[in-house]
């Protein structure tokens, strides 16, 4: 079973920075995609940034200039840095990995057919 677990949210006033970090527990080989998402209540969630285990990285426009990604592969963890935080930023971040390939119980790569969804970690940006 793969797990996703985020810390590092919390409350900061505008200007400020956070770092958000996500870590990836299971028999994991490989995680070709990991991502933040964030919501806010009654709006669909949506994509602030992607990593490719190859380095290709997307921002969403909002947020390009402020927020970096970072990934370690070894340690299967990925990260978002976020400064000049501001009010419109407030949302619960979501960490999510894609196409994963785990050993299966056999000792065989195993692609999961399904994405994976951190717990979430609530950001509030706010004087």
């Known amino acids: 079973q793969v797990q996703l677990v985020e810390s590092g949210g919390g409350l900061v006033q505008p200007g400020g920075s956070l770092r958000l970090s996500c870590v990836a527990s299971?028999?994991?080989?490989?995680?070709?995609?990991m991502a933040w998402y964030r919501q806010v209540p009654g709006n669909q969630r949506e994509l602030v940034a992607l990593?490719?285990?190859?380095?290709?990285?997307n921002y969403a426009e909002s947020v390009k200039g402020r927020f970096t990604i970072s990934r370690d592969n070894a340690k299967k963890m990925v990260y978002l840095q976020m400064n000049s935080l501001k009010p419109e930023d407030t949302a619960t971040y979501y960490c999510?990995?894609?196409?994963?390939?785990?050993?299966?119980?056999?000792?065989?790569?195993?692609?999961?057919?399904?994405?994976?969804w951190g717990q979430g970690a609530q950001v509030t940006v706010s004087s």
């Open positions: 299971g028999r994991i080989i490989n995680i070709y995609t």
């Open positions: 999510n990995a894609d196409r994963i390939v785990i050993e299966n119980a056999s000792g065989r790569r195993t692609p999961l057919q399904n994405k994976i």
């Open positions: 990593m490719t285990n190859g380095g290709t990285i």
